[in-house]
């Protein structure tokens, strides 16, 4: 059963959330279909919980800090792992392999969660495991996403470990194959830590649009092929952004982000690459 006097003050809270500045009482009005008395008592009303705030100069209004508190309270419950246990189910579903999602600790790629195939060999990574960047592609996502600054640090320190014949062991090489993912939004693993295993794997991002992790697939090299990986590349990216969502990050904006960042590490001064 709705409630009209609660349905309009969260109207009216997300019309002051939309707005980049103060907004005036009559102007709430007129964008909420609502006499100018009634905002001005909702206004009131909340503005003594501290839901929202008046400037004294203007007689605007805009969100309180107490909204900013609820915000980062609800903020720090959000959980990688659990927001990303319906993607990995849906993964595993679509593509019949091994489905994980990382984080990136001390350097490196560390597994939070995984989900196997009911039937069939899969791929295991047991949770808790520290893998390389350089050479895994949850490790490679998270990388090529991060800030400039921070990416220019964590690249100036790898330990480019020969793991197999295909490790890109070169950071000329390896700069330019972070620049590909950036690209394209997806990294892939071509047998360059495990002989035998193929993954493909794509960023996520929390609600400040910074990296919080990666989220990819991972099976037997005779069993994904070019044509499983590339016809892959869109449920992978989908289900990075679905989690992207759910860890409180605007969907709409992803895309937008990634050019960002991109366009960062395009700058001709931009080391390595």
């Not at 895994?136 to 197999?164: C, H, N, V, W, Y």
Request: aromatic residues 6%.
């Amino acid at each position: 059963m709705e409630i009209r006097s609660v349905t309009k003050a969260v109207r009216l809270l997300e019309a002051l959330a939309n707005e980049a500045s103060p907004v005036g009482v009559s102007e709430l009005g007129r964008q909420l279909a609502m006499d100018k008395a009634s905002v001005s008592r909702m206004l009131r009303t909340l503005e003594q919980a501290g839901f929202v705030a008046q400037d004294t100069h203007s007689q605007r209004y805009s969100l309180g800090v107490t909204l900013v508190a609820m915000g980062q309270k609800a903020l720090k419950r959000l959980d990688l792992r659990d927001a990303a246990r319906p993607s990995l189910e849906s993964l595993v579903n679509i593509t019949g392999e091994c489905a994980h999602i990382a984080m990136m600790v001390a350097d490196k790629s560390f597994y939070l969660d995984q989900l196997v195939p009911e039937r069939g060999v899969s791929v295991d990574a047991p949770v808790g495991t520290l893998a390389p960047l350089h050479c895994t592609a949850l490790g490679k996502a998270m990388l090529a996403f991060q800030p400039k600054e921070i990416f220019t640090r964590i690249f100036s320190e790898l330990d480019f470990e020969f793991f197999t014949r295909r490790t890109i062991v070169d950071p000329v090489t390896f700069s330019k194959h972070l620049a590909k993912v950036r690209r394209t939004g997806v990294a892939h693993d071509d047998e360059e830590f495990s002989i035998g295993v193929r993954c493909i794997a794509a960023p996520v991002f929390r609600h400040d649009g910074r990296v919080c992790g990666a989220i990819g697939i991972s099976g037997p090299s005779p069993r994904v092929t070019d044509d499983k990986l590339s016809d892959w590349e869109t449920a992978v990216r989908n289900e990075a952004i679905l989690v992207t969502a759910r860890m409180g990050f605007n969907e709409s904006q992803i895309e937008e982000l990634k050019r960002a960042i991109q366009a960062q590490h395009e700058d001709k001064t931009t080391v390595n690459e």
